[in-house]
């Protein structure tokens, strides 16, 4: 079997409200799509996603220095191309460029599509190609916390998830002003009870000073884990956080390769891992960070929002993992999407690595500019 054709795709997916964190408005998801052909029919479904201008060149990078590495390759040998695309046609041995950004985001699309047609020809869901562990994966919700959520919206959002069957809910944080998202997490867990568990996410936004401060008033709601406090790259200010406030630390949304995951996990700067496979160089990197955080005792729970049909199967198949996050966005894109029912993922049953995308999505949404 060999790699026939390469097809791209820019798909770009509106929200049907625009909603806020502590850094940005989101009013549109972009996708980069790819899919392979094999020689006998087969075909692999990889894709990459942000929430701002940019995808687009993901795209263009695959298209123009991309595909030529990957027609006529065997698609079971996908470290060797993976290396050839590394090294080959992503700018070189330039370890700046080829391991960050783009070339990352267009690697972890093809490698995905790998990962699609392996379980397609062995018949089977990623999750039992890679052997399964749980029978379904507790879901936690954050689509009723955003900051553009007035108290009243957080309120009503957070007990009606609760009665939906959710047992964990996460709430942004990272307002103007802090004491207003103290107020916030307070109206959220008079509402929903103490035996609930709630997350504080800050995406990235905070100082040191401030997260010390601010985590130390935030202990007072136990916060299942307080996630993103500070700049991604600043390893000794998360250590230094994590052993002076109470509430588990959680990384991984904004790291983009294995050896920063090790670094955290080593410096004892981390409590809860959330790689993504579509922010590293996809699920064959993912893979490695899970199993490195297993030998160290430390959890996997991946940040998603909106890649639940890949990231369930990986759950499913880890050990150190159980909860996959939730956003109800691009449902009508997969062509096999996921919902939570009682709070929990039922898992997929169809080949495939939970990564292909509709044809009327396809028709309905692509850029073709």
């Not at 940040?303 to 449902?331: D, F, K």
């Not at 029912?341 to 990564?355: E, H, R, V």
């Amino acid at each position: 079997m060999r790699i026939s054709e390469v097809e791209t795709y820019f798909l770009k997916v509106p929200l049907d409200r625009t909603i806020r964190d502590s850094l940005f408005e989101v009013s549109y998801i972009g996708l980069p799509v790819v899919k392979l052909t094999t020689d006998d029919g087969l075909h692999g479904w990889g894709f990459n996603w942000m929430t701002a201008g940019g995808g687009e060149f993901a795209k263009e990078m695959i298209d123009r220095y991309m595909k030529k590495t990957l027609i006529g390759k065997d698609p079971f040998t996908r470290k060797k191309i993976e290396r050839d695309l590394f090294f080959a046609e992503t700018f070189g041995w330039d370890f700046r460029l080829g391991r960050n950004g783009l070339a990352v985001m267009a690697i972890s699309a093809i490698d995905m599509a790998l990962w699609d047609l392996l379980c397609k020809r062995a018949d089977l869901p990623l999750w039992k190609t890679l052997g399964g562990y749980h029978d379904r994966v507790e879901a936690y919700n954050t689509h009723g916390g955003w900051l553009s959520w007035s108290i009243e919206d957080l309120i009503s959002n957070s007990k009606a998830l609760i009665s939906e069957g959710y047992n964990a809910i996460k709430i942004k944080v990272g307002s103007a002003n802090p004491e207003t998202d103290y107020e916030r997490l307070k109206a959220v867990r008079a509402a929903i009870g103490n035996s609930k568990k709630m997350m504080i996410d800050a995406n990235t936004k905070w100082d040191l000073e401030t997260a010390l401060r601010w985590g130390r008033k935030f202990d007072d709601f136990d916060p299942y884990w307080f996630e993103e406090p500070l700049n991604p790259l600043d390893i000794k200010g998360h250590a230094t956080l994590r052993s002076r406030i109470k509430a588990p630390i959680a990384i991984g949304e904004s790291i983009h390769n294995k050896f920063t995951f090790r670094d955290y996990i080593e410096q004892r700067a981390v409590d809860i891992i959330q790689v993504d496979a579509t922010k590293v160089a996809g699920i064959t990197e993912w893979l490695e960070v899970a199993n490195y955080a297993a030998m160290n005792n430390v959890n996997v729970y991946p940040h998603t929002n909106i890649q639940q049909p890949l990231h369930v199967q990986l759950v499913a198949a880890t050990v150190n993992a159980s909860v996959v996050e939730h956003v109800p966005w691009l449902l009508d894109v997969w062509k096999e999407p996921l919902e939570p029912k009682g709070g929990y993922f039922d898992l997929p049953q169809l080949p495939g690595a939970g990564t292909e995308i509709r044809e009327d999505a396809i028709q309905k949404y692509r850029v073709t500019a």
